[in-house]
């Protein structure tokens, strides 16, 4: 019989957020695929954990994930654990994960302390829906893109930023997003565990008489409904009425969908925009 892929979940700061399922789950599977066998192999002594361990990151996650597989085919099976949290999780784990789906691998989860989960529940932001962006991406023409998507999401929304670049992300999200409120959380689960909510324009100006310190997650209070509604409504006002009928033909409805959209935009009956469209 073939192997099984373990994910695990590991603290993000606090060793006792170390569940007793993950440490008799590590004890007995063949092998730890790890992010960094260095930092890990402190966590296992820790908690007297002599399992083999092999390295796992972004640099190899294809290649090894091939080989990873090869084993749990063979009836090995095999545990994977990121540096902090849970893997695939803004991790290669979700590489291995596919690959392991895609040979026939059964995979399981073994839940525990995810960052972005524990920063959304201590922000004060609605948590009933929310989005996880992760780090935003370095390269200038995909981080624009996404930054213009967030402008126009309603849902709270989650990232991660280095302490080095974060005033250079604060500073390009109020640019695009306004002055929205914001929680900053830092060295969660810690002894100096940090959650302030602020603003955008308030926490650049906190920066800069502080240097930031230690990985933070950033929780962004979506759009909101109203503020949402207003813009369209403003566009709607400036648009002439074939325009706007124009505009919902090109996305594909028909000239009666159409005209029930643009009315329904507009605030008033179907039939009042009919006359102002076909009136001799």
Known sequence: MAGMLYLCATPIGNLQDMTPRVIDTLKQVDMIAAEDTR???????????????????????????????????????????????????????????????????????LPGPAACITALTLSGLPTRRFCFEGFLPADKKERKEILKELQEETRTMILYEAPHHLVKTLTELLEVLGNRKITLCRELTKKFETILPTTFEAALQKYAEEEPRGEYVLVIAGKSREEKKQEEIAAWETMELKEHMAFYE?????????????????????????????KK
């Open 250 to 278: 090109e996305r594909g409805m028909d000239s009666k969908t159409a005209m029930k959209q643009v009315a329904k935009d507009r605030g008033v009956g179907k039939r009042e925009i009919y006359e102002q469209l076909y």
């Open 39 to 109: 930092n890990s192999r402190k966590l296992l002594a820790a908690f007297d954990i002599h399992t083999p361990m092999t390295s796992y990151h972004e640099y190899n996650k294809v290649e090894k994930a091939g080989q990873l597989i090869v084993r749990m085919q063979a009836g090995k099976d095999i545990a994977l654990i990121t540096d902090a949290g849970t893997p695939a999780i803004s991790d290669p784990g979700e590489v291995l994960v596919r690959m392991c789906q895609e040979a026939g691998i059964v995979v399981t989860s």
